[in-house]
């Protein structure tokens, strides 16, 4: 009696080396591509949502851009509730030196989001970004690295839960944090 499972194997590896090149081919760090447990940046960004909140205590999530989505409290998810908050900086004497302290919003939600075709009104994606964004998560982190040529700092948005491995208390405590961190890259001081 002839085995049918080797007929399979073949093209099932044949599949397998289309959509996971082993690693001796060319690394395509430079390509955009995105690696497994590294940073997410450019297009990669706009398809990130990292939870934040206690564990059953409500929740909001960190976008990959910076922005703040997914904001559900008082026992009711809403998935795709997007609150008109964000945190914003102004360096003074620095032309362009305004911007809101998150990464160019995603071409997708500029054009796919509800209410586009209106104007998206309600929205802040017209207000200045950073011009650079890359995405650290490490759950129960998440850190974003901005830049942009405009401003002389180094700016961390780094959001966080409280989670502790078998402390179930402490772990579903209703909070979450975003703090914001700020390095002058300036060498010189200016009047």
């Known amino acids: ?22 690693s001796g081919e060319k690394d395509k760090r430079d390509s955009g591509e995105h690696h497994f447990n590294d940073y997410y940046s450019g297009i990669y960004l ?4 990292f939870p934040i909140g206690g564990v059953g205590a409500g929740m909001f999530c960190m976008e990959g851009d910076g922005s703040i989505s997914h904001l559900s ?15 914003a900086i102004s360096v003074k004497n620095v032309p362009n030196g305004a911007k809101v302290l998150e990464a160019p ?9 509800g209410g586009t075709g209106n104007g998206s009104s309600g929205r802040n994606y017209g207000l200045p970004r950073f011009e650079n964004g890359k995405f650290l998560a490490r759950f129960p982190f998440a850190c ?14 780094l959001g966080w839960s409280p989670f502790i491995p078998t402390d179930e208390d402490n772990s579903s405590l209703p909070a979450g944090v975003m703090e914001y961190r700020f390095k002058n890259n300036l060498s010189e001081r200016h009047p």
């Not at 706009?46 to 949502?49: E, I, M, P, V």
């Open 1 to 22: 009696m002839k085995n049918s499972n080797s007929f399979h194997i073949i093209p099932i590896l044949q599949l397998c080396t289309l959509f996971f090149p082993f």
């Open 105 to 113: 919003v995603p071409t997708w939600e500029l054009f796919g989001s």
């Open 144 to 157: 974003l690295e901005l830049t942009d040529k405009d401003i002389p700092l180094q700016v961390e948005v």
């Open 46 to 49: 706009g398809r990130l949502a």
């Open 73 to 87: 409290v008082n026992n009711k998810p809403e998935i795709y509730n997007e609150p008109f908050a964000f945190a």
